[in-house]
């Protein structure tokens, strides 16, 4: 009777794994109909049905679920997983989440569509962007030093801090969308940006820390698809695309005179502000040059007095979904983790197999790169690449050398995306 139970994936687990992947090939879609400038059927389906919201909610649950079940759940006693791939796509579910909205929200009407969720989103950015300045003390995401990860549950950590660090990223592209907006967003929206978060001070300090570069060795290294690469001299003047959202939302922010009239030049916010004098270059200003006018702007305020905060009494909207879930869940996280512990994160081989099988369909490749208007690239080195890993499928290579390298990451991923293969 015992085997009977574990041989089968709980209701509930493969209802969520069904929903994953659908969201999965969502994203995948989202992704080729950009790139490959066949119009926006996605969004607009997203924005026909209602979606947004719904992928607001689910956001900020998956979020809530790291916060609040995750710590406890690695605490239980009878918590000692052999394989933590069922965690592993719990945690990738709020990345696979952000990565569609960021592709989506590049469009005005899925932020109108966004409705009241828009201020659930607006303060899970500021919560993302928050512990993004926190942690630029610590040069960013952590390495691949792989001596340090011994167990499956410390290699699951390595890698669920690192996708914590490209959510935040993430989440700045989708705030700078979001202020594209500004002309059409609610009152309680903006004064929530300006008043409540001040994200335009919190933006000053995103540019001065730069958490998405470093210096390594002498060399300037910029965090770009999923890994830090380095800058060639040539390319050290070039904006960055994460820069270049962090001053295009500025802009929004300053200078649409919907904010103009509700953003409150403080002292603080003056003297934050005024810290932007020193990054407007001229090879800056050639690059973008709207942010000529940011600067007129920032001559202005220096010159101007800063203002007394404001004490307006206005009835304002609040994001109802954190509050929400939190009321309702209270006093529950150990029910909870000990429930999941139970009939999700204790999967047979036999589950295990099924939905390694299940990703690797997924996460097919071929169909992609009929459609697809760049050429693989080295999982390695980046180069572009014309070999293929024979056993999984599912990673390009340049040279026989760059793959020997990069085994000892692919290796458990590899190994598992076969397995779901033989088990078809």
Request: proline fraction near 5%; charge should be negative; glycine fraction near 2%.
């Given at each position: ?20 992947e ?10 080729l109909?950009?790139?490959a ?11 026909t ?18 916060q ?21 796509m ?15 929200f ?30 630029s003390?610590?040069?960013?995401p952590?390495e691949?030093?792989?001596s340090?990860?011994s ?13 914590e660090f490209?959510i935040a ?26 008043s409540t ?16 570069s470093?210096?390594?060795g ?25 820069d270049?959202?962090?001053?295009i ?21 003056k ?6 004098r020193?990054?407007l ?9 709207n942010?000529a006018?940011?600067q ?48 999700v ?5 036999q ?15 071929d169909?992609l ?23 999984c499928?599912?990673?390009?290579y ?13 290796g458990?991923?590899?190994v598992?995306a ?7």
């Amino acid at each position: 009777m015992c085997t009977q139970m574990h041989t089968h994936t709980h209701p509930l687990w493969s209802r969520w794994n069904q929903q994953h992947e659908n969201l999965e090939k969502l994203n995948m879609q989202a992704i080729l109909d950009a790139t490959a400038s066949q119009g926006e059927p996605i969004q607009e389906l997203l924005v026909t049905h209602g979606k947004i919201p719904v992928l607001v909610e689910e956001l900020i649950a998956v979020e809530m679920w790291k916060q609040k079940v995750f710590p406890v759940l690695c605490r239980l006693e009878d918590f000692k997983p052999l394989n933590t791939f069922p965690i592993y796509m719990v945690v990738h579910h709020e990345a696979s989440i952000i990565n569609l909205l960021e592709t989506v929200f590049f469009h005005k009407e899925v932020c109108e569509s966004a409705e009241d969720t828009v201020l659930d989103l607006v303060d899970y950015c500021h919560r993302k962007l928050t512990l993004l300045v926190a942690r630029s003390g610590d040069s960013g995401p952590p390495e691949d030093d792989e001596s340090r990860y011994s167990t499956p549950m410390q290699e699951l950590q390595k890698q669920a801090e690192l996708m914590e660090f490209e959510i935040a990223l993430k989440a700045l592209s989708v705030l700078r969308y979001i202020t594209d907006c500004v002309d059409s967003l609610s009152l309680s929206t903006l004064s929530r940006m300006l008043s409540t978060h001040n994200l335009p001070c919190l933006l000053v300090e995103l540019l001065e820390h730069s958490p998405w570069s470093r210096r390594e060795g002498g060399k300037l290294q910029q965090f770009e698809g999923s890994r830090w690469q380095t800058v060639a001299p040539s390319e050290q003047q070039k904006l960055s695309k994460l820069d270049g959202q962090v001053w295009i939302a500025l802009y929004n922010l300053l200078l649409s005179p919907e904010t103009r009239a509700r953003y409150c030049l403080t002292s603080f916010a003056k003297g934050q502000l005024l810290k932007l004098r020193a990054f407007l270059t001229d090879t800056l200003l050639d690059q973008l040059p709207n942010l000529a006018d940011l600067q007129s702007f920032l001559t202005q305020l220096a010159l101007a007095e800063p203002q007394p905060p404001k004490k307006d009494l206005i009835l304002e909207q609040i994001p109802e979904i954190w509050e929400r879930l939190e009321r309702e869940n209270r006093g529950k996280w150990q029910a909870i983790a000990k429930y999941q512990l139970r009939h999700v994160f204790s999967p047979s081989e036999q589950d295990l197999r099924l939905q390694a099988r299940r990703w690797a369909e997924t996460y097919r490749l071929d169909v992609l790169e009929a459609v697809a208007p760049e050429r693989p690239r080295c999982a390695y080195c980046s180069a572009e690449a014309s070999k293929r890993c024979s056993r999984c499928q599912n990673e390009w290579y340049c040279c026989r050398e760059c793959q020997v390298k990069h085994w000892e990451k692919h290796g458990k991923a590899c190994v598992l995306a076969a397995q779901g293969d033989r088990a078809k």
